[in-house]
């Protein structure tokens, strides 16, 4: 068996066709790990993702709702940021949970590194739980825009569940904390 | 408020500046819900993702491994296919079962739907829990660039927990599962 951690695939050129603030797409001449010959249309993402799920001493969390444009859809998620590649993740975390929430956690836990699309796209996510919350001003306001609701963890479980919540970070993010939680709870009886 | 379900964008002109057999990108002027003018790149893909999680009747579930290129990281994933949009969701995730593993089902559930990445690309995809398994010859062939492996399901959701499956889609399905196996077996105490 070949070591796994060797890229078996060889690329013979490579072609930027777009780029935006967000994004590049390239365009390349590939052989595949078979020895074939093809092309690859990778987009290339200039942050990475990352989430928070935030859990108060009442165990309530918050969601954020916004229309997306791309999938014509309006989506209820976990708070969540685009990361610029050279800041710590934590630090990306800790200044979006802020904006979006008000809240500072004294007990942060990195629970997921995740590959959104990685038949296409190279992007890369993180998923925090954020506990022991102090609260304080928000620089967040509700605009048409992002809406902001408190639910029970509970509650955001089940609509994980019922396909309410779609964005594959947050229902990811929610449901290995969901299990951390009841890991941990479990572990203290 | 306003009604979630009417699109507050408003797209001004659009321009395809990509396309390969699975994807496309359109660079759009647009007006955001906010009112501002601005740009969206927006990936386009030509296909549904459908994952499949088959368990046996021992409690096995299969994994397949490949390097992936856009992430350049070697992957272990639930069987995961494109299926065309015109195609019914649920044939295509027979196929892809009977391709990879050998195996019919006679107990299909679609537990999830699904955006992977919804800030740029409108990729939707859908898990399917593949049960009552059925042997039959195998179409796959294990070469350098896909590998497949049997692991207890306890043990596909030890790999989710510890970050050795990073594939959200993956991720989220087998935890969706997970938690789906684990109601159906409380409800039968």
């Known amino acids: 068996m070949k070591d796994e951690h060797i890229n078996p695939w060889k690329t013979l050129s490579s072609e930027q066709v777009y780029s935006n603030p967000w994004i590049s797409v390239r365009h390349e001449q590939v052989i595949n790990p078979g020895g074939g010959q093809g092309i690859y249309g990778v987009v290339s993402f200039k942050n990475k993702a990352i989430g928070i799920i935030p859990i108060d001493s009442e165990g309530n969390t918050y969601l954020i709702g916004q229309y997306r444009y791309t999938v014509n859809e309006y989506s209820w998620e976990i ?52 506990e022991d919350l102090i609260a304080g001003e928000t620089e967040f306001e509700e605009t048409e825009d992002l809406k902001i609701k408190k639910v029970s963890f509970a509650e955001a479980v089940r609509m994980v569940m019922d396909n309410e919540i779609t964005d594959c970070i947050s229902v990811a993010g929610i449901l290995k904390a969901d299990k951390i939680l009841r890991d941990r709870k479990r572990s203290t009886l």
């Open 79 to 130: 708070p969540m940021g685009g990361g610029p590649v050279e800041i710590d993740i934590l630090e990306s975390a800790k200044r979006e949970l802020k904006e979006e929430t008000g809240y500072t956690a004294q007990r942060w836990t990195n629970i997921a590194r995740l590959h959104t699309s990685n038949s296409v796209t190279d992007e890369e996510g993180f998923v925090f739980l954020a």
